[in-house]
């Protein structure tokens, strides 16, 4: 039993020692965040006037000068904090400036040498302020580092210091090469990355489409949401054959867009396609982008095997004005099992949708609804309701 | 018979203090991963990324049952957070007061024809969906009571979007939340299945326009030890089983999930309080027998505001139900426990939760009774029981100023010092009473749950009150939740 | 009366300057930028003008034209100092203040403009304006501008308190009313008081979802005769085309060019 109370007197006494250290630590923390807190109001108050003279002249030809007197290294980071925050909010000459101004005060060369530091963490955080800053001299040591680094948050953070750095294209698709070596996935978020660099990076888009990387030709598509590539029609169009399903619901997604390269044969082979999802999103486009050609595919895709691809085909026909709502219509009337089913169903939507109030109603609006319920009627007779039959 | 006392008690205190270890290994991972948590967030520039193409569509999903009194100032609150594409579905789960009629009032919502909805989940069928064109990004569903589980199920079948975030009626989010969360899913979406957030207690704390402006400690104690129960939970907890991948539960009151993996798993379990713990549990499972790589990570920035039950009723009506579908979700898993197959969730986070959570009650009681019993044959050994006490109390001290020292480092929501002063004396006070009652509660919902008391217990909706402070500062509704 | 009096006297000397400077200076010279820094301090005014005069000769390396009336007014005319360089001289001159007589003292910019020779009634009202200046230590900015189209008005609703501060400032140099909101209630609140000519908004609103905004406006100025301009960090293409449909004069993402925002604002003013 002895042994036992003493194994427990022991770790009462290393609890104890580790609470003790826990609370002191606790309090330091709380209290040099106090300190912090009120050093940094105090400095804001005192740069006040000259924040405002920063902000009211951000225009024009003179430079901006660094507050007058000898500054605190503490005091130089509460600056360069607030500066860093304007510097994300603007563009162009202005942002410039700012810039310009925290070269001259030195902040740039600071960061420069914490980017040499042998401590990562404080790499991270020079390279943060180093990509705010736009120091094109950082990129090769912002790339050494993030070169470095196991996967984690922070390469998303250096590589967007990079993409904001970066003077030549070929810095761009280094850092991208890093970023993705990582396999997460995580394109969209690389898209938005580059979406930070000033260069034009639509041929290296291009060569990541062209080429067969599986993982380069989803980046490109991502960037493409934004960043449309003019010409890329045919490109798009090829890869909706790709291996993988989710580069060709992708690229089907990104070339039903825009109506100029959506042609009738095109239509014809994304409407027929194997992929269900594909299907389903072509019959969605074709009534969004107003494809009236398109009406007796659409027709076809009523017949098509999955639930989602006949009910876009039957709403899109809706959507193609008179002659698509009569499409419909005939399917209703002439078709049996679930084409017909599909057509109803739609209909029945679209008439119901008439009648409810509070929408806004525009000239065109009443428009179709008029011609909705004239071949409604054509069709079915002014009174017998579609949910009778 | 003193001897065997004796021995039965010296293996409680082992147990205990095993449990300060493992404790205390949890801990350190969760050090380890909120560096780079709380650094990638404060590196990140979430207004300008809120507003970016890149980041994926979110649907919200808002069981709502009797809850009229908060519900349309939590829609609004909810209408309005920093994300470029979502939408707002709240769920009326067949509730016996005006839910409905008020949210339809409110937004002036009318009967949304022209849209067919897809069941990919069983769920009790849909009587209306209602929406308002003034309010795209608002919807409505009406349906006959089912339960919260089949409520969460119905807004799936009917959500528009990739990512889907389950959110209490009675909670807040904060403005950046959303995109907090978002950000953690981009950084990985080949692998993340689920996203928890941090769950803060509201009580104390002035909202003003469905945003909590000032952050305060809540001045009754059961709002108050719940606050560091939370923190301790949420912050020295989840932190550290999502970095090691073990992480068992994402919170009911927020958390967000991959669409598809949801309706993989076959949606929410209906019937049961629970249904939060067990999705996670089904994810882990379908992930690790289908031999996929996956994680469930953990966002301890993005934060949700919710009101704590502040009477003692509640209080424990909530956690002898947690305590029911804890035991439920372990009897249900037994089979994850300790197999290879099931990776760090069988070998790790089942037996702890068995051991040190389920069973937790158990030991901890027959431990002290064996001792008292002990003690009193032999009056000269009052020795033994304090020790077992005092460790016992040092135990969860320590944890809670670990958490405490977590929360200072990363997060700093108390700025005060004397709130600080307040949390460490109630960390302390804690552990003497409150503490147990919670063995107590958790010990009566296993009772429950052999009685196949199936209910969801007491849980009360009072109206939002009025902070003395500032004309337009509003407090949220008291209310029992579902953590 | 007396303070008045002593304003006027200000502002005439400073005219006389000018018009002298006018005279005297070749057909290059003219119509150079002109910086003035008005300063008053009861105490200690002598020794402290010498001080501030001395500085300012330091810091641009050539002598500056001073006037003073009543032992407590005083007016430096930068000659040829344009205004940015004014702004930051003042900053100089508030620290050299904050030393000899903290507190106490009030400090203000301008500049002369263009022909000011020709304008005596600017220095009029700087004088006036100076002259009701309480002492405080910030540097008061005035400028009496050309503006574009009478006294048209912005209505501001963005939650982000500096940028609301920013775009004031600048809206309020380029000549316009600005009012401000920090959320939509109160923007909203204020557009059916102030019947603004300009809304620039932000769609990320507290209180009120931002295209919850745009439709209630829509509804309240159905002929659009207030401009309403999105100002957001929203940059994905439905919203766009979404504010639009709601009646939106123009779309503007940031990060921004405040030059071009005042451009496009201006077009929607013509």
Redesign the interface.
Known sequence: MHSNLQAAYWFIGVLVAVIAVGLAALYTLKLRDIRRRQAAEAYQAKHGDWFTYVLANLDGEEPLYPPPGSLKPAELRVIQDKLIVWIEQLRGAQQAKLIALCERMGLVERQLKRLESPFEWVKLDAAYYLGCMRSHQAVPGMMKLLASMRFSPMVFIVGRAIAKCARHTEELRDMVHLLLSHKKESQPLVADILAESDLDYSAMLETFLRGGDADRVRLALAAMQKHSLAGSGDLLFKLTASDNADIRLEASKLLLRDAAVVTEERARKLLAHPDADVRAQAAQALGRLGLKPCVKLLRTSLADAEWQVRYNSAKSLAKLGEEGFTALCEAAEEETGAVAETARTVIQEEMKSHESPSLGRSVEWVAVRDMQRFVYGNFFGQKELLSDR | MRELLLGYGSVAMYYVMAVTLIYFTILFFSYKGVYSMIKGAVYSRFQSLSGSESAPPVSLLVPAYNEELTIIENVKSLLTLNYHTYEVIVVNDGSKDNTLQVLIDAFRLVPKEDETIRYSIDCTPIRQVYHNPAYPNLYVVDKPNGGKADSLNAGINLSHYPLISSIDADSLLEKDALIRMARVYMENPAETVAIGGNVRIANGCTIRDGVVADVKLPKKIWPMFQTLEYMKAFLGGRIGWSHINGLIIVSGAFGMFRKSAVIDVGGYRDGYPGEDMNIIIKLHRHMLENKLPYRVAYCPDAVCWTQAPDTYRILSSQRKRWGRGNLKNMLENRDMLLRPKYKVFGLLTMPYNVIFETLNPYFKLTGLLALIGYVAMDMTQWRVLLTFALINFLNGFVMAVGSLVLEELAFRRYTRMRDLVKMTAFSALMFLGYYQLGVLWRLQGHIEFLRKNNSWGVMTRQSWNQEPSGGDAQAVAQSGKIA | MSKRLEAKRLNEVMYEKVVERFWRSDESARGEPCGILLVRCPQSFEETTREIRTRLEAELERSVEAVTVANREAAFLLFGV????T??L???V??ELMRLVPGEFAIMIADAGEHAERNPRAFEKMADLFAQLPEAP??V?FQEHVQPGGTQSVLLVDG?E??RR?LE??FR?KGYRVLAAE???QGLDLFRKMKPDVVVTDL??????G??LL?RLHREDPNASSKIVVF????????IN?CFELGVADYI????????LEERIEKLLQ
């Not at chain 3, 344009?82 to 360089?85: I, K, M, P, T």
């Not at chain 3, 990320?204 to 979802?209: A, E, I, P, R, S």
């Not at chain 3, 993402?253 to 071009?260: D, G």
């Open positions: 344009a205004w940015s360089r702004h930051y003042a900053l100089r508030k620290q910030e540097i900015i982000d500096e940028m920013y400032l600048r140099l959320n939509g209630p990320n609103l507290t209180g009120m979802d295209f919850h439709t957001t960090d929203n940059r994905v293409e439905e919203s979404k993402t940031r990060p921004f060019s405040p030059v071009e």
